[in-house]
């Protein structure tokens, strides 16, 4: 079975901290996803990596950045986290092709809270 | 962007019922997904449906694609306790790498 592992499954941070939220994925899937959770807007991409050192900004970038340098790793980045960065972020991978976005992998979730 | 639109919201039932959720989506799609997601926890996929087909089972679920209306629905048959989850609709999107999720459907079955 794939699996999508996510350093944290708690966070908590102070507003302007720098934040790195790591995932790793063990299904040499050359697609990864970072998406954020909020109650009623279900779930929105932040960031999206298609190959080793490639991303593209996803819906919700702002404030974000990631990083791909393995092809198993994809890190999310937040530069100066503020108070309306508190969610539940999802991390997930799917392989390459015509399958890319058929079936995604998720891993657990972070749940951060930023005061 | 939401893509996809799930309808009711909220949704309780008893145990043996079955339950049905919808979807319904804005923009001409390749494929139509549902993912199951248990409280607190990360999304797990649990069917897809093609724009070509109309219908698809697996075990209890089955899935229906209206792509004249843009819409889905998925119905769960003889729900049990275990069943309560978060369901979600998703579809693709033109560029192929991005898969967009409705807010979802929270499911409650009482035993």
């Known amino acids: 079975d794939v699996k999508v592992t996510q350093s944290s499954r708690y966070l908590v941070k102070r507003t302007g901290e720098k934040v790195f939220l790591e995932c790793v994925q063990d299904?040499?899937?050359?697609?990864m996803f970072w998406y954020r959770q909020d109650p009623g807007l279900g779930l929105r991409l932040i960031y999206f990596s298609y190959d080793v050192k490639m991303k593209e900004k996803g819906d919700i970038p702002e404030g974000y950045s990631v990083s791909r340098e393995k092809k198993e790793r994809f890190s999310l980045i937040l530069e100066s986290a503020s108070t309306n960065q508190t969610s539940m972020y999802l991390c997930?991978?799917?392989?390459?092709?015509?399958?890319?976005?058929?079936?995604?992998?998720f891993g657990s979730g972070t749940q951060l809270s930023v005061l | 962007s939401q893509q996809g639109e799930e309808d009711p919201q909220a949704l309780s039932i008893q145990e043996g019922e079955n339950a049905t959720m919808n979807c319904s989506y804005k923009t001409s799609i390749n494929n139509l997904q549902w993912y199951r997601q248990n409280s607190g926890r990360g999304l797990v996929h649990l069917i897809l449906?093609?724009?070509?087909?109309r219908e698809k089972h697996s075990g209890r679920l089955r899935v229906t694609l209206d792509t004249s209306k843009k819409s889905s629905s998925l119905l769960i048959t003889a729900s049990r306790a275990a069943d309560t989850a978060s369901y979600f609709c998703a579809t693709d999107r033109e560029g192929g790498f991005k898969t967009i999720f409705g807010a979802g459907t929270r499911l409650f079955v009482k035993a």
């Open positions: 299904m040499d899937h050359e697609n």
């Open positions: 449906i093609r724009s070509n087909e």
């Open positions: 997930a991978s799917s392989p390459p092709g015509l399958a890319s976005n058929e079936k995604l992998f």
